[in-house]
C-alpha cells in the first residue's frame, strides 16, 4: 500500500467523524460584503474533499470511492460510541464536582442525533459526486497543475453546495429558521472551494507523492 495512500486515508477517516462533532456550532465568517453564519464542520468537510479529490487523481476513482464508502464506519463507530458514553452513569464525582460540565456535555451531545443522521446522508451523496465530477472534468488531455486546480474547484464547489442544502434541510428544519443558514453555508462553501480547494489540492497532491517516495526508501 502507498504510503500516501496509507496517510490519506487515516486523515479521511479523522475528519469524517470530526465534521459531525464540529457541525452542532455555528460561526460567523465575514466574506466579501457578507457577513456568513455557517456551521463549523464546513472545514473539516474541505477537508474530506481535498482528500478525496487527490486520492482520486493519485490512485484512481474507484480507490477514491471505496474510501469515501468506507468512511461510513468511522461515523457509525462514533455514533454507537456517544449513545454508548451517554448512557452510562456519571461518577458520583463529577455528579458532585462538576455538575455544571456534565449537564453541559449531556444537553449538546444529547441533542445532536440529527447531525449525527443528517451527516451520513449529506457526506455520502456529496462526496461520490465530488469524485464523479473530479474525474469527468479529466478529459482525456495530459493533466496540468492549472487542471487540477480547476477540476478541484468547480468539484468542490458543487458537490458542497448539494451537501449544505441536505445537511442543513435534515439537521435543522424545524428547529430555527434555516434559510439563512444554508444560503450562508452554500456562498461559504462555494467562496473557500474557489479560494482555497486549488492549493490545498496541489499541495495534497505534492505531500502523497513525497510520502510514497518515502515510503520506497
Same mark, same amino acid.
Given at each position: 500500500?502507498?504510503?500516501?495512500?496509507?496517510?490519506?486515508?487515516?486523515?479521511?477517516?479523522?475528519?469524517?467523524?470530526?465534521?459531525?462533532?464540529?457541525?452542532?456550532?455555528?460561526?460567523?465568517?465575514?466574506?466579501?460584503?457578507?457577513?456568513?453564519?455557517?456551521?463549523?464542520?464546513?472545514?473539516?468537510?474541505?477537508?474530506?474533499?481535498?482528500?478525496?479529490?487527490?486520492?482520486?487523481?493519485?490512485?484512481?476513482?474507484?480507490?477514491? $470511492?471505496? *474510501?469515501?464508502?468506507?468512511? =461510513?464506519?468511522? #461515523?457509525?463507530?462514533?455514533? +454507537?460510541?456517544?449513545? &454508548?458514553? %451517554?448512557? /452510562?452513569?456519571?461518577?458520583?464525582?463529577?455528579?458532585?464536582?462538576?455538575?455544571?460540565?456534565?449537564?453541559?456535555?449531556?444537553?449538546?451531545?444529547?441533542?445532536?442525533?440529527?447531525?449525527?443522521?443528517?451527516?451520513?446522508?449529506?457526506?455520502?451523496?456529496?462526496?461520490?459526486?465530488?469524485?464523479?465530477?473530479?474525474?469527468?472534468?479529466?478529459?482525456?488531455?495530459?493533466?496540468?497543475?492549472?487542471?487540477?486546480?480547476?477540476?478541484?474547484?468547480?468539484?468542490?464547489?458543487?458537490? $458542497?453546495? *448539494?451537501?449544505?442544502?441536505? =445537511?442543513?434541510? #435534515?439537521?435543522?428544519?424545524? +428547529?430555527?429558521?434555516? &434559510?439563512? %443558514?444554508? /444560503?450562508?453555508?452554500?456562498?461559504?462553501?462555494?467562496?473557500?472551494?474557489?479560494?482555497?480547494?486549488?492549493?490545498?489540492?496541489?499541495?495534497?497532491?505534492?505531500?502523497?507523492?513525497?510520502?510514497?517516495?518515502?515510503?520506497?526508501?
Amino acid at each position: 500500500m502507498p504510503l500516501g495512500l496509507f496517510v490519506f486515508t487515516l486523515l479521511y477517516g479523522g475528519m469524517t467523524v470530526l465534521a459531525g462533532v464540529l457541525a452542532y456550532k455555528q460561526v460567523r465568517l465575514d466574506i466579501i460584503f457578507f457577513d456568513l453564519a455557517v456551521e463549523s464542520g464546513i472545514f473539516a468537510f474541505l477537508l474530506l474533499v481535498v482528500i478525496s479529490s487527490t486520492l482520486s487523481q493519485l490512485y484512481g476513482t474507484k480507490q477514491a $470511492q471505496r *474510501i469515501v464508502w468506507w468512511g =461510513f464506519l468511522p #461515523l457509525l463507530i462514533a455514533s +454507537l460510541l456517544m449513545q &454508548l458514553v %451517554l448512557f /452510562l452513569p456519571a461518577s458520583s464525582e463529577m455528579v458532585a464536582g462538576r455538575a455544571d460540565d456534565l449537564a453541559a456535555f449531556e444537553r449538546v451531545h444529547s441533542s445532536v442525533w440529527r447531525v449525527w443522521a443528517a451527516g451520513p446522508a449529506a457526506y455520502i451523496v456529496s462526496l461520490l459526486l465530488n469524485v464523479w465530477i473530479f474525474d469527468r472534468l479529466k478529459g482525456s488531455g495530459e493533466a496540468t497543475t492549472i487542471g487540477l486546480m480547476v477540476r478541484g474547484a468547480i468539484a468542490s464547489a458543487l458537490s $458542497q453546495a *448539494i451537501d449544505s442544502v441536505i =445537511f442543513i434541510f #435534515l439537521a435543522f428544519y424545524g +428547529l430555527f429558521p434555516i &434559510l439563512d %443558514l444554508m /444560503l450562508g453555508q452554500i456562498l461559504a462553501k462555494v467562496t473557500l472551494s474557489i479560494i482555497l480547494v486549488p492549493f490545498l489540492i496541489t499541495f495534497g497532491v505534492k505531500a502523497a507523492n513525497w510520502l510514497d517516495r518515502r515510503g520506497q526508501d
